[in-house]
Each structure stands twice: as structure tokens, then as C-alpha cells.
């Protein structure tokens, strides 16, 4: 049973460019979540996809976007990208209803870098 | 708003000793409690989760975690760490939508 996948693993951007990261969440889930981790911090919620729409969001700007598949999997897009932005991006799946369902499990994440 | 504290942001310790890695988290709802970890260029692990039930909950490699709800704290043990134990491990809160909200994370490097 293949895990949460992600793709690439390490990406190196300029400032003001454009990214989109990939996540092909675990077998039998439907619910994708997408982190921030920034070096030597905690993840930091960006938002959730569930059939398709945007569910919950944290507090990221709008450049941040993504979409969900109807194969359940996802993207995530950075617009107009900023130095600070440099972080390992972390994609997590679960499965939506109930309290033992929802426990998310993690790719191994994108490392990107902004120069 | 939920948020969660890591008391220690490392812990050395020699292999085969104790450890604890100390967790209070702030909730005013529900409480769903998770503890993952991380090594070194690697997304996160879960180790342990806390949903109901018991308060005492464990892993398949030796740690456990006790749900304390009179002291806000999941603090995570074990009585015998080996090397392969060195890692980052994360604390996290649940909400009941479904974000999880982490602390800062706690380095703990066993030693030889």
C-alpha cells in the first residue's frame, strides 16, 4: 500500500516566479492537507481539500492557492514568490468523518528554495 | 484557538537512559492529540495518537504517552532510548475540522 507521494522532492526558484507542488494522497483517502515548515520550526497549516473545494484555510496569503483532483489528488500553487517562502512543504492525507478516521499522514514533503 | 508548547527544544541524553519530551497544549473543545516525528530531511511520522479512551497511549517502538487533561499536557517517554531514536519529534492538536496545530519541536539526540 503506497503511502502520501509528492513530487518533486527539491526545487530552486527565483523571487517572483511561480511554483506548483504535487500530492498523491494515500490509498482509500480523500481529504489533503497542505503544510508550511520553515527551518528549524513546526509545520504551519496552510489549507484542506475535500471533494474538490478549499475546507478549511490558515492564515497564508492569497498567492498561496490549490486544487484538488477528483482522483483525490492535489496541488499546491505559490504565486509571486517571496525569499521567505524557502520551506519544506509538507502534504498530508486523511480520511474525512469521524474522530479515529482523521488522522493525517505525511509525505516525505518538497524542499524549496527561493533565491 | 488551539496551540501547543514544547517545554524543551533539546534533550541529550546517553543511550539506554529515560527520556520525556514535555508537551502542553491549549484547547477549549475536544481534545485529539498526536505525537510524530521526524529525521533528518524526511516529511513526519506518526508515533502516537490520543482520540479517546485511555489516557495512557503507545508506540510499537517502546514510547508512550499519557493524556493528563487536568495539566493540559501529552507528554511523551521512554525508559530506554537507543541511537536510532535521534530525531525531531512534534507535538500536535487536532481540531475538530481537522487542522492540526504543532509546537516548535523537540530535538532529542542520543548519545553513545
Known amino acids: 500500500d503506497a503511502g502520501v507521494t509528492q513530487s518533486p522532492t527539491h526545487l530552486i526558484k527565483t523571487r517572483g516566479q511561480q511554483v506548483t507542488l504535487r500530492c498523491s494522497p494515500k490509498s482509500g483517502h480523500d481529504t489533503v492537507s497542505w503544510y508550511q515548515q520553515a527551518l528549524g520550526q513546526g509545520p504551519q497549516f496552510i489549507f484542506q481539500?475535500?471533494?474538490?473545494?478549499?475546507?478549511q484555510r490558515g492564515n497564508f496569503p492569497d498567492r498561496f492557492s490549490g486544487h484538488q483532483f477528483p482522483n483525490y489528488s492535489s496541488e499546491l500553487n505559490v504565486n509571486a514568490l517571496l525569499l521567505g517562502d524557502s520551506a519544506l512543504y509538507l502534504c498530508a492525507s486523511s480520511v474525512l468523518g469521524g474522530v479515529y478516521q482523521e488522522t493525517q499522514y505525511f509525505g516525505p514533503g518538497t524542499r524549496l528554495l527561493v533565491l | 484557538a488551539q496551540s501547543v508548547t514544547q517545554l524543551d527544544s533539546q534533550v541529550p541524553v546517553f543511550e539506554e537512559a529515560p527520556v520525556e519530551l514535555r508537551c502542553n497544549y491549549s484547547s477549549s473543545v475536544s481534545v485529539y492529540l498526536f505525537w510524530y516525528v521526524q529525521y533528518p530531511n524526511q516529511g513526519l511520522q506518526l508515533l502516537l495518537k490520543?482520540?479517546?479512551?485511555?489516557?495512557l497511549v503507545e508506540s510499537i517502538n517502546g514510547f508512550e504517552a499519557e493524556f493528563n487533561k487536568s495539566q493540559t499536557s501529552f507528554h511523551l517517554r521512554k525508559p530506554s532510548v537507543h541511537i536510532s531514536d535521534t530525531a525531531e519529534y512534534f507535538c500536535?492538536?487536532?481540531?475538530?475540522?481537522?487542522?492540526?496545530?504543532f509546537g516548535e519541536g523537540t530535538q532529542l539526540t542520543v548519545n553513545p
Open positions: 500536535a492538536v487536532r481540531s475538530s475540522r481537522g487542522r492540526l496545530t
Open positions: 490520543y482520540l479517546s479512551g485511555s489516557t
Open positions: 481539500y475535500y471533494e474538490e473545494e478549499e475546507r
